[in-house]
């Protein structure tokens, strides 16, 4: 018998193949990331691991957000249960690295206010497109916070140290267009056109041969982690093995030299 999906009650999980649709589904609290809902968008990515033929995630907000952050309320308890504090921070943490090393595509599609978990939830997608209207920033430390899940890491990494220690310091919110000219997003779009734009860029991708994505994510991640010499290092060998090994690689020159769409297989 097949698998039952996953039941939510924090967010939505569409399949339509060869795309997955995460939809953070709380607007009238702007889709706060509290623990239930790491744990609901965990569960998520496992049913879309799981899935053949998923090669693109898009990841939205309903309403007015893409998602405001943390639960500020919930905290209160949980800040004075330093275990449960902490497996709420590893869980954050474990979804935002199981999305980067993820063989699918993770695409953010930020509609609206994102902030602190919000942006930490964006910066460990693959692609970021903003709506021109969203207000985006860290946040954290206009009420006492700390980055927990990312951006005081990933940020920099994105858009420079001192972009990001702007952001981060001042906990000022930017636009979707100044997001796409300091390098936190892909492209921005008028908000309209966002989910339209998020879904065409998701068919272009999923025609891309499977295994040629995950070398690509792979190499750009894990070369990030060490020095310029050792990723070119990490790119030789990988680069190696893929051309000579993979069969995606030689059906890419034939349908070239063949003037065809290349017939990948599903990795």
């Known amino acids: ?8 009650a924090n967010i939505e999980l569409a399949f339509e193949p060869p795309l997955a649709l995460i939809t953070l589904n709380r607007p009238a609290d702007l889709n706060p990331l509290d623990w239930g809902t790491i744990r609901e968008l965990r569960a998520a990515v496992a049913a879309i691991e799981a ?11 309903a309403g007015r957000a893409f998602s405001a952050g943390g639960d500020m309320k919930g905290y209160v308890g949980l800040f004075q249960r330093p275990d449960d504090c902490r497996a709420f921070l590893r869980d954050f943490f474990e979804l935002c690295a199981e999305i980067e090393s993820s063989e699918r595509i993770y695409i953010a ?11 930490e939830l964006l910066l460990a997608c693959d692609l970021v497109l903003v709506a021109e209207a969203a ?9 006492a916070m700390l980055p927990g899940a990312g951006s005081s890491q990933r940020l920099p990494r994105a858009i420079g140290r001192l972009r990001a220690m702007d952001l981060i310091l001042t906990a000022r919110l930017i636009d979707g267009v100044e997001a796409e000219r300091i390098g936190l997003a892909s492209r921005s779009v008028p908000g309209e056109r966002l989910m339209d734009e998020a879904r065409e860029l998701a068919a272009g991708l999923a025609e891309n041969s499977p295994v040629a994505i995950k070398g690509a994510k792979y190499l750009v991640n894990e070369g990030l982690k060490g020095s310029l010499l050792e990723g070119l290092e990490l790119e030789i060998d990988y680069a190696h093995r893929y051309a000579t090994e993979e069969p995606d690689a030689m059906e890419g020159l034939r349908a070239f030299a063949e003037k065809r769409k290349p017939r990948y297989g599903d990795g």
């Open 135 to 143: 207000r985006i920033g860290d946040g954290h430390l206009k009420f």
């Open 51 to 61: 899935r053949a033929g998923v090669r693109v995630v898009i990841v939205t907000g």
């Open 1 to 8: 018998m097949p698998e039952e999906e996953p039941v939510f």
């Open 109 to 119: 599609a930020v509609n609206g206010i994102t902030v602190a978990g919000g942006l």
